[in-house]
């Protein structure tokens, strides 16, 4: 008994003074802690700005390699350059910071550009938490002096990255026919998120392969995500339109696919009936795997001509 | 006639009996001589007023004025109930303190959580202890279980403490489960997505039923807010009337003697008094487990919390709890409604009834021979099934998957992150397996300026590679080879490198595959603890 006595002492002792010594330490560790986690929530934006981003302001924010996004990795020195800073008018005056100003960009996106909103209470596909860790990597880039706070490796790597999106699209564009344009439209516009297989991408967005064949694609079969058939006009409103106009009429994909949120597909209103005619013509063409097996259709949804001469030999 | 200055008590007079009429509030019809007895060792009095507390108070009448030897024999129970309570206890403490930082709301939930991580002094403690806890309540509680059957105390007359322990077991489950989704972190929200789908499986009513569960079709707000409150205010309801029921029954009935699981034992007679013996040992034993608690989660165990749940990406090896992981083992062997379903509650059910069934009078062990073995059987079978719920067990493993995994993990960490930052390479280098006639080595970057420790990092990647291309014939056939690139990428304001940048690209027949990523920030340095 007195033994148990001793022991319940010494031990409540000992807790007591464990307390007391994670007590001391604990404004230091919980600082600690949270240098931690925002190091992770740097890492996080930085993975997801690949994933999201990169693939047309680039890997390291240096704008142009798709859909003529601008270069973001320098936005205090270019931004005062363009005259939008400063004044009644500029970015400080009515947003407070440059920071807040390129979250509220990627969260509700830029109309008549291809910069979607990205936020999901807009239709997009990103939380936003994560919509702030990306602007939290973007903005640790600006420095003042205007040299990015990048490493030169990461500019190394941005640059080959680059070079190979861009090669990619001038082999493309050397053939001059439907196919050929739908190509150059289809990686500068559609890539970023689409696949040309059954497989779905982790925007998420459905691939595309197949889509105007007999038995349509992997994830909506022969239907438009808007439930309406998949004919040429009905695909020329669906793009120019973008989800968002039919976001009382969606229909579940096929199982193992989705969950897709319709108005992540951004409207691409500035695409003209020819542009589109070729986007069909490429896509038309692809099967459920990727390959060019099926004939190009036209705008009346019958097999274009054959162009032996120019059409470029399936990869 | 004036009044006596002797008849006056002196202040130490006064003190005195203060202290005995508050000693008398906690443990009445106990004065300060019987404490005294009790604290110098001497043996209790003939009547003993110790036994007057036990009938006078509420809290004593609860606990026993003493208990059989036999019954507090370790080797017998192994306190395994009583730890069970305890461990209860220590969750109902933890919770209540977390509750007040926690917000069940999908969008606040995880940045509560890491509100209490790291702005709640000691709220990381608490997190730990509630979690550690409540894994070492459902083995436990499993354990106790195991143990009364091993020792027949089922048996009449104690049938119905048994059937009260059988859904107790289950309740303490759930609240586990429960309680696993509410960080709504990547791994609460895939456990509780692939265990939550089990209900689907209810013929008839697996669509309501899942929907019932998580208030929609996918796991989201709704299911947050039930499961909270499932685990906040039914399932602790439930247990608390639960465990008095059954400790009342024990109490009742006592705890079944030892003797008669043999032949030639003879029963004791001798007690242990409630006051002080059993006491004080509970008291050194609370005092001792509540210090390893602190001690563990403080310097040996921390909770992990992944990142934000997100519908949209399943992370790798996504898995049920380990207690559940015996159901996704059964999902393998046959089909979500007669595996994952069927079996669970017919053994549930048989389990609840088994006193009812069992036929079998004797509680000794040379008579209880079919019992004993089914028994084993049955927590061989268990365990096996538990071994093969795991992800390796299978499922072929292919090395696109896991070298991803082990390198380049979406969640977690991978190899690189247990080299120091600073140690990790500080220009860009690349790693090709398949370089030097597939003895791998660097084809870009200056070998010479790296830590031994990298250098060691990357002999390890091509261990793993060479490990894969034995292990996965496909990958082997395909002229399957990886490279390992690491650079510096991100630098902060003082031109430190504040991010570095792990690249993982597979070959699959001479072809790249699509590459995987992984940042790593100098602030993983930092103590968590």
């Given at each position: 008994m007195t033994r148990n006595l001793l022991i319940a002492t010494l031990f409540l002792l000992g807790s007591t003074l464990l307390l007391g010594y994670i007590w001391v330490r604990e404004h230091y560790v919980l600082s600690a802690r949270a240098a931690r986690f925002e190091g992770t929530l740097l890492a996080h934006g930085a993975a997801d700005y690949e994933q999201y981003c990169a693939s047309c302001h680039g890997l390291v924010g240096e704008g142009g390699v798709s859909a003529g996004a601008p270069r973001i990795n320098n936005l205090l020195v270019t931004l005062r350059e363009q005259n939008r800073l400063d004044g009644p008018n500029g970015i400080l005056a009515k947003y407070g910071s440059v920071t807040n100003f390129v979250q509220a960009t990627v969260t509700s996106g830029v109309r008549g550009?291809?910069?979607?909103?990205?936020s999901n209470r807009f239709g997009g596909a990103l939380r936003d938490d994560q919509i702030r860790n990306i602007v939290a990597y973007v903005s640790s880039w600006w420095d003042e002096s205007g040299n990015p706070r990048i490493s030169a490796d990461a500019q190394n790597v941005a640059v080959s990255y680059r070079a190979t999106a861009e090669a990619v699209a001038l082999a493309q564009a050397a053939a001059n026919t439907p196919f050929g344009r739908g190509q150059v439209i289809f990686s500068s516009q559609c890539s970023a998120c689409h696949q040309l297989t059954s497989a779905d991408s982790t925007i998420p967005a459905p691939g595309l392969g197949g889509k105007f064949s007999p038995e349509g694609n992997a994830a909506f079969g022969t239907s438009l995500p808007n439930g309406k058939p998949a004919t040429p006009a009905n695909f020329f409103e669906w793009v120019r339109l973008g989800g968002a106009a039919f976001a009382d009429q969606e229909i579940q994909p096929n199982a193992g696919h989705g969950p897709f949120i319709i108005q992540a597909m951004p409207a691409f209103p500035n695409l003209t009936d020819e542009q589109l005619a070729d986007l069909l013509a490429f896509i038309s063409a692809h099967d459920r795997d990727g390959e060019v097996t099926l004939p190009s259709l036209g705008p009346d949804g019958q097999p274009l001509p054959e162009q032996p001469a120019e059409t470029p030999a399936s990869e | 006639m004036a009044t006596q200055p002797a008849d006056r008590p002196n202040t130490r007079q006064r003190l005195q009996a203060w202290i005995a009429e508050v000693g008398r509030s906690f443990f009445p019809s106990m004065g300060m001589q019987e404490w005294r007895s009790i604290l110098r060792g001497e043996p209790a009095p003939r009547p003993n007023p110790r036994m007057r507390v036990h009938s006078n108070s509420f809290w004593y009448h609860i606990r026993p004025r003493s208990l059989s030897e036999e019954a507090t024999a370790w080797y017998y129970t192994a306190g395994l109930g009583w730890l069970s309570f305890y461990l209860f206890m220590v969750e109902a403490i933890t919770g209540l303190i977390l509750m007040i930082f926690y917000v069940p709301s999908a969008a606040e939930a995880y940045p509560s959580m890491v509100q209490i991580m790291t702005?709640?002094?000691?709220g990381n403690l608490m997190r730990n202890v509630h979690r550690l806890g409540a894994h070492l309540m459902v083995a436990i509680v499993a354990l106790h279980m195991l143990r009364t059957f091993i020792t027949a105390s089922y048996k009449p007359p104690r049938q119905f403490i048994w059937v009260t322990g059988v859904v107790l077991l289950l309740v303490t489950l759930f609240l586990s489960f429960s309680g696993y989704l509410l960080p709504w972190d990547q791994l609460a929200y895939w456990a509780v997505t692939i265990g939550s789908s089990m209900a689907d499986a209810t013929p008839g009513l697996g669509d309501a039923a899942n929907k019932l569960l998580r208030g929609a079709v996918d796991v989201g707000q709704g299911t947050l807010l039930r499961f909270y409150l499932l685990h906040i205010f039914l399932l602790p309801g439930v247990a608390i009337i639960l465990i008095s029921v059954h400790y009342y029954a024990v109490r009742k009935q006592?705890?079944?003697?030892?003797?008669?699981?043999?032949?030639?034992v003879p029963p004791t007679r001798r007690k242990i008094p409630f006051l002080p013996d059993q006491v004080y040992f509970e008291i050194a034993v609370i005092a001792v487990l509540t210090f390893g608690l602190i001690f563990i989660n403080q310097f040996i165990w921390n909770a992990k919390l992944e990142s934000h749940a997100n519908p949209f990406v399943t992370p790798q090896h996504t898995r049920a709890p380990w207690y559940f992981l015996f159901l996704q083992g059964m999902l393998k062997v046959g089909d979500k409604f007669f595996f994952g379903l069927l079996l669970f509650g017919v053994m549930f059910v048989a389990l609840t009834v088994l006193p009812y069934l069992d036929r079998n009078p004797s509680r000794k062990f040379k008579d209880r021979k079919v019992a004993l073995t089914g028994a084993a059987v049955a927590t061989v079978l268990i365990g096996f099934l538990t071994y093969a719920g795991l992800a390796s067990y299978g499922i072929q493993e292919t090395a696109t998957s896991e070298l991803v995994f082990e390198w380049v993990p979406g969640e977690g960490e991978g190899k690189p992150d247990h080299v120091p930052f600073d140690l990790l390479p500080n220009q860009l280098i690349t790693w090709d397996s398949a370089a030097n006639g597939r003895q791998g080595g660097f084809v870009a970057g200056d070998a010479s300026q790296l830590s031994p420790e990298a250098v060691a990092l990357f002999e390890e990647f091509q261990e793993d590679v060479e490990y894969w291309l034995k292990h996965d014939k496909a990958f082997a056939d395909a002229g399957g080879s990886a490279t390992l690139t690491i650079a510096p990428w991100q630098l902060d304001e003082q031109g430190q490198i504040s991010l570095k940048k792990v690249t993982l690209q597979l070959f699959v027949d001479q072809r790249p595959q699509p590459e995987t990523v992984r940042f790593i920030s100098r602030t993983k340095d930092l103590p968590a603890q």
């Open positions: 550009t291809a910069m979607p909103a990205w | 702005d709640v002094p000691l006592e705890i079944s003697p030892i003797h008669e699981l043999f032949d030639n």
